[in-house]
Structures are given as structure tokens and as C-alpha cells.
């Protein structure tokens, strides 16, 4: 059978699935155009300011439709923040303080956050200002809720965080239903406690989200799932309106708050971003689903399998060699619309502890929401597949590192 053939009967054998995705994507798109409308949103929105951005109608209009999406009460979204994991850092130094206690209940987060934490020690980490930090590692890919709630009833925490995606690791993503569950356990052993979710890679992939199940916070990338491709950098936190406060005096200043930072002339592409978001979203999914049934039949091991609940937007394939690493992330750059012409090599990526294999031939830099594959050079070699603006695009990402892979034809 030849790929092309491949990848038509794989797509014939998960159609109830996309169907599936498609009922998702009309309800998320539903509930963003009713946000839009209820804040009444108008082109004067999309005016720009500078300086220090007082009186920004259209950015604070944006937040309130993000916080209204996400089912928070309020909600920070801002150009200033550079990626996912500088919202997360803004978040716990507004949320800690000296001698605070930070528990992780799904292991050790993201390696850009090590350095944060001070895992790896650094003298701007929260350890460096006396924030103590433990964790709890996960058990057969769910909540060890009985160490959690021992855990709690014997230590004062004041953030628990809670990781929902996957990183580098080989577990499965929190489904929004664990979460919901842990959530109710926590709060039967304490009602003060901060539950922070990082929710990266997750926006849209149902139609809840977790400030909508008791969490207080909820973080995220623009140039992730909510940014729908358009948005070229910026992130969000959503939660509590007292939270909100004090993350938003960490970002800016004391006394300012969210009142000030200029917008720049990216409203624009923060509402066009949301706008499209669930249909990017279904699209994404749709290709780590195909991909996922493809590469089953070709007998590799995938995570999730192309039957299983999705959490999130990413598919990782295990591929046993570096070769076949590297080979796999060069057949999705050439399938690339930017930089289709470079050859994709290992390096020593900030924030890493292992040489990181990367294709993205994206429009925004880094941006994951559009097709990127990456993974660190460590056995099983792993390749962390996700994005894809459009189901075509991704489609055919799929059949030429299929051609890379088998033929090495480029």
C-alpha cells in the first residue's frame, strides 16, 4: 500500500472520530462569537496605544471576552507576556511569597521551568527568595489523591500546580475530567489553597475549561491554541479576580496593575486569533488523529492512540532511533510553508537539559499551534508532534515525512 492509500483509509477508519472534534469546535465557536457580542466588540477596538497604554478600550475589552470564554471572572491578556512558560513565572512570584511552599501534583513541570522553581539552581529562582517547592509524582497516569490529600493535611501549601499537558515526558496529558476530580478532592481537605493550572496545549480541545471546574487560576500561550495561528506572541492568565490583581501588579507595577501596558496594535490579532481559535483547534486535532492511525499501522507505539479521549493538541510518536527522530522532525520541515529548505539538526536549546530536535516552519516564531515537531535526543526518542492551521496542510505534513521516513526521498 503505498502512503497516499495509507493515509485514505486510515482517515475512512477515524471519521466518527473527527465528527466528534467538528461538535466540539461549533460549541467553542459558539460560545467566542456569543463573548464577542455580549462586549460589543467594534473596529475602534482595534486601535493601538503606546507609552504606557492608559485608556486601552480594546485591550480591556479583549479581556473580558477571554475571561468570559474561559469561564473566569477576570482575566489578564497581554502582548507583554513572551511565551507560555513567562506567564507562569509572572503568576507564582505574584502568587508566592517568602516562606510560601509551592507543590506540584504532577511531577516536575516543564524544563523551562526548573531554573523558575530553582530545581536547577539559579539566583533569580523563587528558591533564591525562600519559596519552598515540593512534588508528587503521578501514578498509571492519574492523581496519587492519597498522597495529595495526606500531603495537604500535614503541610500548609499555598499554590498547588498543576500541569496538565505532557512536556518531554512519556505520561498522557490531565484529562479535564481528572482534573475536575482532583479539584473536589482538594477542596474537601483545604478551601485556601491556590489550584494553578497550566493549561497549555489544552484550550478548546473540549468545551470546558478549568476555571469553569473550581480552578483559580488557568495559564496559557497566545501563540498556542488560543492565538488561532494569528496572534505572534503574547499569553493569558485567567482566574479569580484577586489573583488576577496581584499577577497583574507582578507584570507591570504596584499600584498600576492592569491598568497600564500599551497594546501595540495587537488587538487586532488577540480577537482575530480567538476568533478562529476552535476551528484552528479541530484542525490540529484532526492531524494528530490521522497521524496517530497512520503511524499505529505502521507499528509504531503513539501516545494518545487514535481512539483514545484527547487532552490536548499534541501527539507523540515513539520512534526508538535518533535517525528516525531526526528524520521524522526533517520530513515536517520540509512540509513547512517558512524555511521548507533548512535541514533541521540538534542543538543545545535554552531552558533544556538535552540537544532538542526541532522542526517549525512556522509564521511566528516558535509558535506550536501551527505544524511543529520537536523532541530531545534521549531514548525512546520521541517525537512531540502538534498544530496544524488547516486539516489539509497537515494532511500533506504527514505525507511527505511519510515519503522522508520510508524513501528518504529529500
Known sequence: MNNLKLIEQAEKEVKEIFEQVDKISFANSKKVLEAFQQEKVMESDFNMTTGYGYNDAGRDKIEKIFAKVLGSEKAIVRSQFISGSHALTVTLFGLLRPGDLL??????PYDTLEEVIGIKENPSSLKSF??????IELVDNDFDYKKITNYLKENKVKV??????????????????????VIKEIRKIDQEVIIMVDNCYCEFVTTKEPPMIGADITVGSLIKNLGGGIASNGAYVAGRKDLIGLIGERLTLPGEGLEVGPSLGMNKQFLQGLYMAPSVVASSLKTAILTSRVME????????????????????????????LVNFCRGIQYSSAIDSNSSVEAWDMP????????????????????????????????????????????????????????????
Open 130 to 135: 525562600d519559596i519552598h517547592y515540593d512534588q
Open 351 to 410: 531552558g533544556y537539559q538535552d540537544k532538542v530536535v526541532m522542526a517549525s516552519g512556522s509564521f511566528t516564531q516558535g509558535s506550536s499551534i501551527e505544524l511543529s515537531c520537536d523532541g530531545p535526543l534521549r531514548d525512546p526518542y520521541i517525537a512531540y508532534m502538534q498544530g496544524s492551521l488547516t486539516y489539509d496542510y497537515g494532511k500533506l505534513a504527514l505525507l511527505n515525512t511519510l515519503e522522508y521516513l520510508t524513501k528518504e526521498k529529500f
Open 297 to 324: 499501522k505502521l507499528g509504531y507505539q503513539v501516545e494518545p492512540t487514535s481512539i483514545e479521549e484527547r487532552a490536548d493538541i499534541v501527539e507523540s510518536i515513539t520512534l526508538n532511533t535518533e535517525e528516525n
Open 160 to 181: 498547588i500546580e498543576i500541569q496538565r499537558s505532557k512536556g518531554y515526558s512519556t505520561r498522557k496529558t490531565i484529562t479535564i475530567n481528572k482534573l475536575e476530580k
Open 103 to 108: 507543590l506540584s501534583i504532577t511531577g516536575k
